[in-house]
């Protein structure tokens, strides 16, 4: 069974995936949002299935860190290049006002962030904490550019790709925490 992702982003990688793969054309396939392809992933090997699926490696690696997953692995990587991307590929990143710093932040301060990475986002929270900053964690499904921009977010963790959004709610990128390539997972010991 195939469980492939119906994201824009991801797609065109689901097909780089197949052509490379054609043996894999006959496979059942079932199409989820990329943030939810190692829950089907992992469900269906528990479940005593034969499972591949294609996602984002940072999607993938919020699933594993928040659910602890030990029934899925990657299996291989596609990586990511875009020449229309900032870092050509998405990057998870630390932003804030143009023209400042981490630095300039002050001591205490509210980070609003996407849902979908609350955890590698705590995680890395959690490195400035321990510097010293005490920080209140926000997280919204969308529009996180608008958080910080309207004053309701200090600063924001979310994925730039293009750099236009940055650009246009004159915010600056203050640290790539992470850049995301594709993944193929699969059941351990498949």
């Not at 990329?34 to 999607?59: S, Y």
């Not at 020449?83 to 609003?112: H, M, N, Q, W």
């Not at 990475?117 to 499904?141: A, C, H, M, W």
């Amino acid at each position: 069974m195939l469980v492939l992702p119906k994201n824009t982003g991801l797609k065109r990688y689901a097909s780089i995936f197949l052509d490379n793969h054609p043996h894999l054309g006959s496979c059942k396939v079932i199409t989820v949002r990329g943030e939810d392809v190692p829950f089907w992933v992992e469900q269906l090997t528990k479940k005593g299935k034969k499972a591949i699926g294609l996602t984002g490696e940072d999607l993938y690696k919020e699933y594993v860190l928040k659910n602890g997953d030990d029934a899925t692995e990657v299996l291989s990587r596609i990586e990511w290049t875009d020449e229309k991307a900032l870092y050509e590929k998405p990057a998870l990143c630390f932003i804030g006002p143009e023209g400042k710093t981490i630095e300039d932040l002050p001591r205490s301060f509210t980070v609003c962030a996407c849902g979908k990475y609350q955890t590698i986002v705590s995680t890395y929270l959690d490195k400035l904490r321990e510097q010293g900053y005490e920080i209140e964690e926000i997280y919204v499904n969308g529009s996180v550019e608008t958080s910080c921009s309207e004053g309701i977010a200090d600063a924001i963790v979310d994925i730039v790709y293009s750099g236009r959004s940055i650009d246009e709610f004159g915010l600056e990128i203050y640290e790539v925490i992470f850049r995301s390539d594709c993944v193929v997972i699969g059941g351990k010991h498949d």
